[in-house]
């Protein structure tokens, strides 16, 4: 089975600031990865597809990279709306354990 | 535009069987996997169950193994999932999924 490892668990920034969250994948995906951005209770939405498509009207601050088994999700400049948990989700399967970013 | 729209959930004691319905449109439902995704409350995602294309293939993280079924319908372009011996940590808020389309979500709760 195909493990997904997310790092940091929290991250601690300010507004402005340039964040990236990592993803690792136990063995190759290609790009069969998503980000996801989740507010307190709220359904999560998606920002990445396959790995650094960006959804459409999610802000051009987010980007994602990577393939096979490394994937980063950038936030180039947090915004107070940002604040939130981040999931990568290998398609169809395992989830990341998420990231919190914080204040 | 692709649509996940769903039924089913509620509330159900222990022990006790549910099955949710996802009724799938705007996209052809026999060309893709398609999943179910649950999140507990004040917990993280977790990823249930996946079936391909043609049901032939179906994979379920451990803790429902033997307890839920996927199983899809490409006639009514619907995916299922019926979930027996319901347990109090199967509580949770769950998603019909296809990559990274999502449905809206439908609340189980297994009390007493």
């Known amino acids: 089975d195909i493990q997904m490892t997310q790092s940091p668990s929290t991250l601690s920034a300010s507004v402005g600031d340039r964040v990236t969250i990592t993803c690792r994948a136990s063995?190759?995906?290609?790009?069969?990865l998503a980000w996801y951005q989740q507010k307190p209770g709220k359904a999560p939405k998606v920002l990445i597809y396959k790995a650094s498509t960006l959804e459409s009207g999610v802000p051009s601050r987010f980007s994602g990279s990577g393939s096979g088994t490394e994937f980063t999700l950038t936030i180039s400049s947090l915004q107070p709306d940002d604040f939130a948990t981040y999931y990568c989700?290998?398609?169809?399967?395992?989830f990341g354990g998420g990231t919190k970013v914080e204040i | 535009e692709v649509q996940l729209v769903q039924s089913g959930g509620g509330l159900v004691q222990p022990g006790g069987s549910l099955r949710l319905s996802c009724a799938a449109s705007?996209?052809?439902?026999?060309?893709?996997?398609m999943s179910w995704v649950r999140q507990a409350p004040g917990k993280g995602l977790e990823w249930v169950a996946n079936i391909k294309q043609d049901g032939s293939q179906k994979t379920y993280v451990g803790s429902v193994k033997g307890r839920f079924t996927i199983s899809r319908d490409n006639a009514k372009n619907s995916l299922y999932l019926q979930m027996n011996s319901l347990r109090a940590e199967d509580t949770a808020v769950y998603y019909c999924?296809?990559?990274?389309?999502w449905g809206q979500g439908t609340l189980v709760t297994v009390s007493s």
């Open positions: 063995q190759s995906i290609s790009a069969w």
């Open positions: 999924t296809r990559d990274e389309q």
């Open positions: 989700q290998y398609y169809n399967n395992c």
């Open positions: 705007g996209f052809i439902f026999s060309n893709y996997w």
